[in-house]
């Protein structure tokens, strides 16, 4: 066995850092269902499923089944120029459960891919050249995708780079740091007013509304119904496309297939990345059929979209879905966990909120409860705990666990994964981890 310690500091020579960051100190070589065995032997709880990616947990038969039986028949025929039966399945698929009536379907391979794809045909069907995004919001990397992006590094990227398009930000509905914390009318209508304005400011300039219906690696903030329905009304008023942004979550990772169907409004185009393929890499970009039919033919594809394998992947993962009744289990689930978690936040000082909407779960860390100052070296300490406790969790937005396990994850391992979560939280408080844990964990 090659020894850990060389695997992790050949990584640090050859891997470009653009390309990653540290969290724990796993090397991932087997899994099955929300467990992880890394190169030592060591199982760990992934509450993370790999950044929202591992659907039906590690090692899903259906998934392991479906890529096999595909790659003995072909592993790849371009999409671009001929016809493969399984993007067609898939397109079927994603069409009966998608909330756009009159759509179509492209592929990619990779949520950014899907993201810079509803850019490109927003500006294109309306001949407006701007956006309203969020602050604190993630689309992908891509020039366009990086150009709509609130987040901290997005922005100094496009310092470095340039913008790619006129994007105005608006700030993302969150009501726990808002003046009106537990009032969701008020909540909404403080903010929807600055949207609002952001519209008259640039009116006729807006190509579209970029959203994500849960604010995702900005700090996992769940919206109040009422802005996200008056979001909806004020983009069709307007006559302003809204793009869904569900990369994170879709395909039943808040309960429903998209967690836009929470709020009853119909968005324009909606990108799919991350649980697609149940870890194979694919993405999809669900759109009104006049949006996606306004750029001709090739005008932005992909030599490997459509491929036969990652098709098959992902028409397995929907397909399971389905079968097993994963929406109401991930209903079921993530109210378990957050009732455990509330609960919990009555005991620890460092637990500042809980929220979140199937197994879509964020829990903001804070220094003091009535400033809410972001507890940013402890969300770290705790990543580290936890890791060393036999737990994967990760963070956003500096200080916000984020909850995304495997949407099969069984009862008595989520709740075990939990309270090894909330012991590391009581170590953290209690000073029982040194600031040596502050080296080995990065995070963004």
């Known amino acids: 066995m090659r020894d850990p310690a060389d695997i992790i500091r050949k990584y640090h020579e050859v891997i470009a850092r653009i390309n990653r960051t540290d969290y724990a100190p796993i090397i991932a070589i087997e899994g099955r269902g929300a467990i992880v065995k890394d190169i030592t032997g060591r199982e760990y709880i992934d509450l993370s499923a790999s950044a929202a ?3 039906l947990g ?8 479906a890529v096999c039986e595909a790659a003995r028949r072909i592993t ?3 999409h671009m120029y001929g016809y493969v039966p399984e993007a067609l399945e898939l397109a079927e698929e994603l069409l009966t459960i998608s909330p756009i009536r009159n759509a179509k379907v492209s592929y990619g391979l990779t949520g950014n891919d899907a993201n810079e794809g509803a850019l490109l045909l927003a500006r294109a069907y309306t001949g407006a050249d701007a956006f309203i995004a969020f602050e604190n919001s993630f689309h992908g990397v891509g020039a366009a995708a990086t150009s709509v992006s609130g987040i901290g590094l997005a922005r100094e990227v496009e310092a470095r780079i340039g913008e790619w398009a006129r994007t105005y930000f608006v700030p993302y509905p ?18 929807i007013e600055e949207l609002r304005r952001a519209i008259e400011e640039h009116r006729g300039e807006i190509a579209a509304i970029v959203f994500e219906p849960i604010l995702g690696d900005g700090g996992i903030v769940v919206p109040p119904d009422p802005y996200v329905r008056w979001l909806g009304e004020i983009a069709r008023e307007e006559g302003i496309l809204l793009i869904d942004d569900e990369v994170q979550t879709a395909i039943g990772r808040t309960g429903k297939w998209f967690a836009i169907q929470h709020y009853g409004i119909t968005p324009d185009l909606i990108p799919l ?10 993405s999809a970009l669900i759109g009104r059929a006049d949006v996606m039919e306004s750029l001709p033919d090739m005008a932005y594809t992909f030599t490997l979209a459509g491929n036969p394998v990652s098709c ?3 028409l397995a993962v929907i397909r399971a879905v389905r079968e097993k009744g994963l929406l109401k289990r991930a209903e079921e689930l993530g ?3 957050m009732d455990y978690l509330r609960r919990e936040a009555e005991k620890h000082d460092l637990i500042g909120d809980v929220r979140g909407k199937g197994l879509m779960i964020g829990v903001e860390l804070v220094k003091d409860k009535e400033s809410k100052e972001p507890a940013l ?8 705990r936890a890791y060393e406790l036999g737990v994967i969790i990760l963070f956003v937005a500096g200080n916000v666990l984020r909850i995304h396990p495997p949407l099969t994850i069984d009862e008595e391992t989520l709740d075990e994964g939990l309270e090894r979560l909330t012991q590391a939280i009581t170590d953290v408080e209690e000073g029982r981890v040194s600031d040596e844990a502050l080296k080995a964990v990065k995070g963004w």
């Open 53 to 55: 990616v591992m659907t």
């Open 58 to 65: 590690y090692g899903a038969r259906e998934v392991a089944e």
């Open 76 to 78: 790849h025929y371009t």
């Open 174 to 191: 969150n009501c726990y740091h808002s003046p009106y914390p537990g009032d969701e009318w008020r909540c909404s209508k403080y903010y």
């Open 273 to 282: 990345g991350k649980p697609l393929g149940g870890g194979i890499p694919i």
């Open 312 to 314: 098959a992947a992902a």
């Open 335 to 337: 109210r378990r966990a």
């Open 377 to 384: 070296k402890e969300a770290r300490k705790v990543v580290w």
